[in-house]
T-cell receptor, first 114, second 113 residues
Framework: KAGVTQTPRYLIKTRGQQVTLSCSPISGHRSVSWYQQTPGQGLQFLFEYFSETQRNKGNFPGRFSGRQFSNSRSEMNVSTLELGDSALYLC?????????????FGPGTRLTVL | AQSVTQPDIHITVSEGASLELRCNYSYGATPYLFWYVQSPGQGLQLLLKYFSGDTLVQGIKGFEAEFKRSQSSFNLRKPSVHWSDAAEYFCAVVNFGNEKLTFGTGTRLTIIP
């Protein structure tokens, strides 16, 4: 069974641009969560999607948004990029919400904002 | 809200030596605790988890962790480390407010020959 896949793996953008990251969950997994990892703040929860609906959201500004499609694939979007948005963005999938013990992480997308 | 603290930012251990990585949690009731490992350029891999019951938990790759309520700790141990164990290790707790994981700041493990 294929794992969680994230595309692209690396991305370089400039301040003010916007970016879209993609996550394909493990087959059969319907819940997708996004995390941001930075050296200063560590790993922080962004949001979770289930059945195309956002269930939970972390403490991030409105520039960070996401969505989930009917096939459970998810995208996250960051608008008006800032230097501080440079981070590793990790996606995790699970069978259903609240199942952190069955959550599998993807390799991440490394975003660099110049 | 629940939180975890990993007091050691970086630990260096000789190959074949024993390892203990510290994790302290703050939560009044029994927390749901996890240990993850992240190799360079990779995502997070679950090593083990504790929800209830036996306080000594066995995980993958020869790791184990012990839940100690009296010390609010959930330390990760391995009797003999291998060079391939070099990675960053994260302790995490489920935040019952939003059912999501709250991670510690991580401990980077370096293995020397």
């Amino acid at each position: 069974k294929a794992g969680v896949t994230q595309t692209p793996r690396y991305l370089i953008k400039t301040r003010g641009q916007q970016v879209t990251l993609s996550c394909s969950p493990i087959s059969g997994h319907r819940s997708v969560s996004w995390y941001q990892q930075t050296p200063g703040q560590g790993l922080q929860f962004l949001f979770e999607y289930f059945s195309e609906t956002q269930r939970n959201k972390g403490n991030f500004p409105g520039r960070f948004s996401g969505r989930q499609f009917s096939n459970s694939r998810s995208e996250m979007n960051v608008s008006t990029l800032e230097l501080g948005d440079s981070a590793l963005y990790l996606c995790a999938s699970s069978l259903a919400p609240g199942q952190s013990d069955t959550q599998y992480f993807g390799p991440g997308t490394r975003l660099t904002v110049l | 809200a629940q939180s975890v603290t990993q007091p050691d930012i970086h630990i260096t251990v000789s190959e074949g030596a024993s390892l203990e990585l510290r994790c302290n949690y703050s939560y009044g009731a029994t927390p749901y605790l996890f240990w993850y490992v992240q190799s360079p350029g990779q995502g997070l891999q679950l090593l083990l988890k504790y929800f209830s019951g036996d306080t000594l938990v066995q995980g993958i790759k020869g790791f184990e962790a012990e839940f100690k309520r009296s010390q609010s700790s959930f330390n990760l141990r391995k009797p003999s480390v291998h060079w391939s164990d070099a990675a960053e290790y994260f302790c995490a707790v489920v935040n019952f407010g939003n059912e999501k994981l709250t991670f510690g700041t991580g401990t980077r493990l370096t293995i020397i020959p």
